[in-house]
């Protein structure tokens, strides 16, 4: 007699977590660029390619441009929450995620929700909604990252309170930089295509002014230049190229323990201000210093330290340390000392570390440089 079968198990198994939605920021310097625009016509375009795609939040703010571009769109209805006697609208990420459309626009990533809403930012909000796999188009301008508070303060003279952690940009998936000349962002401003006319004195006074919209600019175009800088080094690394991507200048300059370095590390940071390169020093520890090489490292740690210049230290064989890091971190020039070495001293050890390094890094420029300091030379 066949036995009966067992209780059936009540238990459901475990959905797999749906893949992470896609981040796009459109990045600007100042309001009026043309982010919200650009972000809305590519959600137009994706939706005429059949995606599904649906407006979370837009700050519409009566600019024509916005509205005609908002066209078809569906607008998912904004959440209505009581703070202070008054009635304020929020995104309701609630309604997104049970609309789950393939593509949401959210505007002003750095908006802080009124309280009482289920999260105290936008960007929060955003980060639930990548997690539920749905793909987002945002905007940001660069003042609002955290780490380009002080310097922003110092440009403007205006604290921003509202920023967004950079982690957020350097996460995202693809960030394109919505540029303008400060010259013609003035024009819109004084067309009124930015604010209404009896606010324009006031933002030319404070905000919109040549210099502040010139140093803001410099600033979004330089961390767009690094997300991009950041993306084409993992591609380089997953790659494991043989060669250096001269995209842009990183000049490394070589610390020894047996004679100061400090001739080189003037050297590579007069040749980094000109080229407006980066700059690090690098000393690979082969052996325990004695006490007169730790005084020598030390009188080069502190100059390093004068000029802001980084410095890395690498613990294995000196030619292959140098060798290594010069490849992994893409750098174009590297700044040295003559070996102060006998050959016998070299073929014991090796070989000469330049002669391996001009073998092995045949796309980098490598700069030696007598240790002798010339009559006349000072400290820059």
């Not at 006697?85 to 009124?114: C, I, K």
């Amino acid at each position: 007699m066949p036995s009966s079968p067992g209780p059936l198990s009540s238990a459901q198994p475990e959905l797999p977590a749906p893949p992470r939605g896609r981040h796009k920021i459109f990045m600007g310097f100042a309001v009026g660029v043309g982010k919200t625009y650009d972000m809305l016509q590519e959600a137009n375009r994706r939706r005429e390619r059949g995606e599904d795609v649906v407006v979370g939040w837009v700050e519409r703010q009566g600019r024509a441009g916005t509205e005609a571009e908002m066209g078809d769109l569906v607008v998912v209805p904004a959440l209505r929450l009581e703070y202070r006697g008054s009635t304020f609208e929020e995104m309701d990420v609630e309604a997104v995620l049970a609309r789950h459309p393939r593509v949401v626009v959210v505007d002003e990533l750095a908006h802080s929700n009124v309280p009482g809403s289920p999260r105290e930012k936008r960007w929060q909000d955003v980060q639930v909604l990548l997690e539920a796999g749905i793909d987002v188009l945002s905007t940001l301008n660069v003042q609002h990252l955290d780490s380009l508070n002080d310097i922003v303060h110092d440009i403007t003279g205006i604290v921003v309170r509202e920023t967004v952690p950079d982690t957020l940009l350097a996460h995202a998936d693809e960030v394109q930089m919505v540029d303008l000349s400060p010259q013609a962002l003035l024009a819109r401003l004084e067309r009124g295509d930015i604010y209404p006319a009896d606010q324009i004195q006031q933002a030319r006074a404070h905000w919109f002014n040549l210099g502040n919209l010139n140093a803001l600019r410099e600033l979004a175009l330089r961390e767009v230049a690094h997300e991009v800088d950041e993306d084409t080094t993992e591609y380089q690394k997953r790659r494991r190229p043989r060669t250096t991507w001269a995209t842009h200048d990183r000049i490394m300059v070589c610390i020894t323990p047996t004679a100061g370095s400090q001739r080189l590390i003037r050297r590579g940071w007069r040749i980094a201000r000109r080229l407006r390169a980066d700059l690090v020093c690098v000393y690979v520890e082969d052996h325990a210093p004695t006490d007169s090489e730790q005084a020598i490292l030390r009188h080069d740690f502190d100059q390093a330290n004068r000029l802001d210049i980084p410095v890395v230290t690498l613990h294995g064989t000196v030619r292959k340390e140098l060798a290594r890091y010069a490849r992994e971190n893409r750098i174009t020039q590297i700044v040295l000392g003559h070996s102060l070495r006998s050959r016998w001293e070299e073929w014991t050890s090796g070989g000469s570390i330049i002669h391996h390094l001009v073998s092995q890094l045949k796309t980098i420029d490598i700069l030696v440089v007598a240790h002798e300091k010339q009559p006349g030379e000072g400290d820059p």
